[in-house]
């Protein structure tokens, strides 16, 4: 659907919201903490003794304060940015300091000495020294302008994020992008039907961003790990500027190996290889180890004999059109003909004719646009995000200390849904793609149709005002208010044509199978490939909404405390409508809906007591939630909740108003300098944020019986996290910042669903309980370089362990001989802590403007920008003893290779004229390294492909009393492989080598005498085993030929050296 098309009737839904709003409000403002504070002393240089009166300005910004008694001035309410600062006196000459950076929620203290007036009109210039450890932080905190952004190899904020101590992708220690929260302009960008953050802002539109992952202030509300705060752009007052950025990446494939539909392949050698193509996989033409590297087929000729009745299916068909059929089948074409890239734009500036009369009314709008190709054609063959971005900037009235902010983004992501049950979700990178056949069922299917998963569309609508009014040069007042919508769809695409696409043989006619939605059966020749029925099985049409409006009023009470208070007020629209539908195969399908309109809101109230360095963040916050609906009031088993009885719930049950919910949640944070370049730093909070909603609201149908599936609990207890951070800086040399920092988090009445089955089993169904607890604990160190003529960067290092489990057992059973049967087999769900540990290295490597010779006046060493990135985490943990389960006792005991990865930006900057220009290349895989899956969630065929795997690798010796096989003790890893163009050569482990001990031996294979270590091959001429020559042995185990790799090659490994080509020009 044509996005501003969707958009148009929403806008006219909310037009009352709007109107009632203003009238109540009269101005609207900014929601949470999106400016800093700059406060100092103002001294005599020559005796520094105070000055009184005066004067502190920031130039840029037309605000300032003029100096009390003791000389102290502050000037609060100041966007993050940049500045320039000007001091006056009488007497003094006037003072401009430079390149004074102020960051969000933060001072900036600048201390100002004076000297007297020697001449009239006198003014002396400095520039402004950052601090490396800034003093004022109470938190791990990190700081990204938009220029930080612009050097490193990513593409939108999200990434930017994701480099982070602590942080890997949204996951912040440990907890999922549904914990944080994530705004832009002030603005929440949680979309609340499953709580994730939306995160596809212009990087044109970034002013700005700081993220933050622990001791947050009693301000920020509805999240437990962590808070990021996009600042957007505002257009200038006088000028109008443009920025482009666009990037583009060649067609080309995104795995390594052949495709799918290869004659080599997996999927189609056994129909193609005139080996076995036309007698079948067990002709004699394989041996067992090249039969069990592809699906077993029956041959050509076969097929062809069991469809000579007239009655067959594809009677009348010869071998060889079948075959033909088969390729027809199979014809899917995977060659990736466009690019990915990325564009972005955006231009602002004054608003023509009318700007000047409307407090120098401004603006900036940016356009976003996104394209990745799949890793091979779904329903859709892409997926791609647009989003727009407008901000109007008003004065309001010029010198009145107002602020008007009006924000509006509308965002569209499109492509195929990743699941078959309605759940949101889209395919997006090459893993997901990969892992979607992998151990399944229909893995055909999934690679060779178009439409085993359906299409799928989001839309989102965000627009809030802000308004700031500063009351006094001290004290300044927020009101807020934003409305954010989600619009779901998705559906099949249009039904399979049935006209003829292809004759085959004796006039069999051929579809367009198997592309096109089909809910009848179909399948296809000699594979059985399902070409119809259970598949694009999702459906939704689900739409979420919610209004909130803000107060927040700020103090500075005197030079060393400030207040903050405020509240909140958020009202939700819920109206969720998603199911998994087939006309053949009802059993299991279900259908999910609610439509509510919760409520809930929040008080806080905080101060920030600065003194000598010292700083002390103390505050409380109070939460409420009211689901606003009434709920069924029923015994665990009640007959209600059996079959045929979902509609009539309302008559048969109860029901009850639900509770009014009140946590509250204090908060603590204290910074104080050890040494002049040292300080230490500690927080303390309760955090809480809303669950999922499906776990507050669902009733979820199964579709074939008619029952309930699945119910939720609106009155379960908000999920609660209690942690604690504790941080030392330091700085070294006045250059490097070193962050060590230890946290732990205690979190509480998470939710875990809980089967009930009645005695007779007609009831069944699962609710959700607050009977999960998890804890995480762990260290981040961090050493940074901010500032350097020709190096900067920062090396960051998380260790981190969680210990989880449940309270109370995961089923309850009426008959009390079951409950006790399954209590007595039931083993506490509580893991271990393992550790996975994970470091980033980025290296900025850049030359100055002027830096070396110039020819013509053209310097060819200048404005160069290198900027390498390293990834590494070690591998995970897993139980291995060999196929089946492992004995008691054994768990986590070999550990997967670990991962590593470098991506590089290589840059070259240009100036003419006014305009900038940058040029740049951005490598991904720079090495082009191949790495398996550590899940093993792609490259398998199936549970046997992966055992063979494991069992071929050549294991530590120290893990030979828990394998459950004989093995060729060595050094290998999880995740060590053999090259596909090198042969394969098994060695088979065996206790005794000899003739009695080994049936049906091969000549390809070695094998290797566990008791002798000594390997041996047989030898059909001999009829008996011989020594094996060493040169060959020595040359399979220094190749790893004997790794038995996955079956499916194509998808084995991903993501293959990649280069976007990009340029940025602004102006």
Avoid: C
């Amino acid at each position: 659907m044509a996005i501003f098309d969707s958009f148009l009737p929403r806008i006219k839904r909310i037009r009352i919201f709007w109107i009632t709003t203003l009238m109540l409000f009269g101005f609207t403002s900014l929601s949470l903490a999106q400016t800093g504070r700059v406060a100092g002393t103002v001294t005599a240089a020559d005796d520094g003794e105070p000055l009184p009166g005066a004067h502190v300005m920031i130039v840029e910004e037309d605000a300032g304060a003029a100096a009390d008694p003791d000389g102290n001035y502050s000037i609060v309410n100041v966007p993050p940015g940049t500045y320039t600062i000007e001091a006056t006196a009488v007497g003094f000459a006037s003072t401009t300091i430079e390149d004074v950076r102020v960051n969000i929620d933060q001072t900036t203290n600048v201390d100002i000495e004076m000297r007297e007036e020697e001449f009239v009109g006198e003014e002396v210039v400095l520039v402004d020294e950052r601090p490396v450890v800034e003093r004022d932080v109470a938190s791990s905190r990190a700081n990204i302008s938009a220029a930080d952004m612009e050097s490193l190899p990513v593409v939108d904020v999200s990434e930017a994020i994701g480099l982070q101590a602590g942080i890997q992708g949204l996951n912040v220690r440990g907890l999922g992008s549904q914990y944080m929260q994530f705004q832009v302009g002030g603005f929440s960008m949680r979309d609340e039907r499953d709580n994730t953050p939306y995160t596809a802002i212009s990087m044109t539109s970034v002013a700005e961003m700081q993220v933050q992952t622990g001791g947050f202030n009693a301000e920020y509300g509805n999240v437990q790990s962590g808070v990021v705060n996009v600042v957007t752009r505002s257009g200038d007052r006088d000028n109008y500027n443009a920025d482009v950025i666009f990037r583009y990446s060649p067609p080309g494939k995104k795995h390594f190996g052949p495709s799918p539909n290869d004659p080599e392949s997996f999927f189609m050698r056994p129909y193609l290889d005139d080996d076995v193509a036309w007698d079948g996989t067990d002709s004699g033409a394989w041996d067992r180890y090249t039969q069990r590297k592809y699906p077993e087929f029956e041959g050509w000729r076969n097929v062809e004999q069991s469809n000579l009745s007239p009655g067959s299916e594809y009677y009348g068909l010869s071998a060889t059109a079948a075959q033909r059929l088969f390729e027809h089948e199979h014809r899917k074409d995977f060659a990736i003909t466009e690019p990915d890239y990325d564009l972005d734009l955006g231009f602002g500036g004054p608003v023509p004719y009318v700007g000047e009369f409307l407090g120098n009314l401004r603006f900036w709008a940016s356009h976003r646009r996104t394209q990745e190709m799949y890793l091979y054609p779904l329903s859709e063959d892409r997926y791609q995000d647009h989003s727009t971005h407008i901000k109007l900037t008003s004065d309001v009235i010029e010198g009145a200390g107002m602020t008007l902010d009006i924000e509006a983004l509308f965002g569209s992501q499109s492509g195929t849904n990743n699941n078959n049950v309605g759940q949101p979700g889209i395919f997006r990178g090459a893993g997901g793609i990969a892992a979607a056949p992998s151990m399944h069922s229909y893995q055909r299917s999934v690679v060779f149709s178009s439409d085993y998963f359906a299409p799928t569309e989001v839309d989102r609508f965000m627009i809030g005002a802000n308004f700031t009014r500063m009351v006094t040069d001290d004290t300044f007042y927020d009101i807020s208010l934003s409305h954010f919508q989600s619009d779901y769809d998705t559906n099949p695409n249009p039904l399979r044509s049935d006209e003829t696409v292809a004759v085959f043989g004796n006039d069999y006619e051929a579809n367009e199978a198997p592309f096109g939605f089909q809910p009848e059966p179909s399948s296809g020749i000699g594979t059985g490939m399902r070409m119809g029925v259970g598949m694009s099985n999702s459906r939704d049409s689900s739409r979420v909404s919610y209004q909130t409006a803000e107060f927040d009023l700020t103090s500075q009470l005197t030079h060393f405390m400030q207040i903050k208070t405020g509240a909140e007020f958020v009202r939700t629209h819920s109206k969720v409508n998603y199911a998994a539908v087939d006309e053949f195969l009802q059993a299991g399908r279900t259908a999910s809906r609610w439509d509510k309109k919760p409520l809930r809101g929040g008080l806080y109230a905080q101060t920030t007591l600065e003194f000598e360095g010292m700083v002390a963040n103390l505050g409380l916050r109070a939460d409420y939630h009211y689901a606003n609906t009434t709920w069924y009031d029923f015994d665990p088993f009640d007959p209600a909740l059996g079959p045929g009885n979902i509609d009539m719930m309302d008559d048969l049950l109860e029901t009850t108003d639900t509770d009014h919910q009140v946590f509250l949640s204090p908060r603590l944070g204290v910074s104080f300098p050890i040494t002049v370049e040292s300080k230490l730093f500690f927080n303390y909070g309760h955090f809480r944020s809303m669950p999922q909603p499906e776990n507050l609201y669902m009733i979820r149908r199964e579709t074939l019986e008619d029952r309930v599936a699945r119910i939720a609990n609106p009155n379960m207890p908000l999920p609660q996290t209690v942690a604690y951070e504790l941080g030392y800086e330091h700085s070294l040399m006045d250059q490097y910042l070193i962050r060590v920092t230890g946290y732990y988090s205690d979190m509480r009445n998470h939710t875990e669903l809980v089967d009930y089955v009645s005695a007779d089993d007609r009831i069944s169904y699962s609710i959700s309980e607050p009977n999960w607890y998890r804890d995480h604990r762990g260290f981040e160190v961090t050493l940074e370089r901010g500032e350097g003529r020709f190096f900067t960067g920062f090396v960051n290092y998380t260790y981190m362990v969680t210990s989880q489990g449940r309270f109370g057992f995961p089923w309850q059973y009426e008959n009390p001989a079951e409950q006790r049967q399954q209590e007595r087999r039931y083993e506490p769900a509580e893991t271990r802590p393992v550790a996975r540990p994970y470091a980033r290295v980025n290296l900025d490597f850049h030359t100055p403007a002027d830096f070396g010779p110039e020819w013509g006046g053209f310097n060819p060493l200048e404005r160069w920008n290198i900027n390498l990135l390293a990834n590494w985490q070690a591998g995970r943990w897993l139980t291995w003893t060999g196929p089946g389960a492992a004995p008691p006792g054994v768990s986590n005991n070999i550990q997967w290779r670990d991962e590593f990865n470098i991506d590089m930006r290589i840059t070259r900057e240009f100036e003419m004229q006014g305009t900038r220009i940058r040029l740049f290349a951005d490598i991904s895989n720079v090495l082009n390294t191949k790495r398996m899956s550590q899940w093993a969630s792609y490259g398998f065929e199936d549970g046997d492909d992966y055992n063979r795997y494991m069992q071929s690798l050549h294991l530590p010796a120290e893990h030979e009393d828990e394998m459950m096989y004989e093995y060729v003790p060595g050094d290998d890893q999880p995740g060590d492989f053999r090259e596909l163009d090198k042969d394969f050569v098994p060695i088979e482990a065996r206790s005794t080598v000899s003739s009695d001990e080994v049936s049906s031996p091969n000549e390809r294979a070695l094998y290797y005498d566990t008791g002798t270590d000594e390997y041996f091959q047989w030898s059909d001429q001999e009829g008996d085993f011989i020594p094996a020559d060493e040169d060959h042995v020595d040359h399979v185990l220094d190749n790893n030929k004997y790794i038995e790799m996955p079956n499916h090659q194509s998808f084995t490994f991903l993501n293959p050296r990649n280069v976007f080509f990009g340029i940025r020009v602004q102006f």
